[in-house]
């Protein structure tokens, strides 16, 4: 991406929102060359809504429970996604399965966070799964979505250990610690156009390094 070039996200979310909030800071302090242009929430209550409204991002809430199916949801949520001009989807806690018709729309372009190691523990209430099988160590992962759930091409991940007293609670904000730091570094390679995909890998080019290639031009 180049200079002042700004990838534009749209962010969705269920909840609290601490995920959108480490991406908003991080793009306020030009830590991530991007803005998010959109915030979207299937849920009136997310407290996502709030942290958009303070940070003056435009928001939307598509209920799905206005809807009949699945399908009819994702063209809604599509629709206004492409509307603001989002080239990035960013899953930030949401709690929805995303159908063909949205990954379709955006091949290669939705990515997601999730608080377990993958392919360990796919799915929902992962923290506890993980504490219920006795993992040495636990973590989170951002992978880009295809149609199955939590199967999709591995960009990055972060471990941390889990210890003999941990609870639920105190392993998933462990956990969300990492996520915090690891989702905005994935999308910032995004952003530099570092990430490709190869077969199930992901591939990070190291960054481009254009006025070293301007002061020696190979011979
Ligand atoms: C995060 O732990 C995220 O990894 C998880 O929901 C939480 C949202 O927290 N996502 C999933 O489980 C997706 N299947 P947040 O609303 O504070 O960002």
Known sequence: MSANRKLKLGVLASGGGTNLQSI?????????DA???LVLCNNPAAGALQRAENADIPSLCINHRDFHDRQSFDQKVVAALQEAGVELVVLAGFMRIISEVFVDAF???IINIHPALLPAFPGLHVQKKALEYGARFAGCTVHFVDTGVDTGPIIMQAVVP???DDT???LSARILQQEHQIYP???QLIAEERVSIVGRRVHINSAAAPETALINPPL
């Not at 908003?24 to 991530?32: P, S, V």
């Open 24 to 32: 908003i800071d991080q793009c306020q302090q030009q830590k991530i």
């Open 35 to 37: 803005e998010i242009v």
């Open 107 to 109: 091949p290669q372009r």
């Open 162 to 164: 889990v210890l003999d």
């Open 168 to 170: 639920v609670e105190t």
């Open 185 to 187: 570094k994935a999308i």
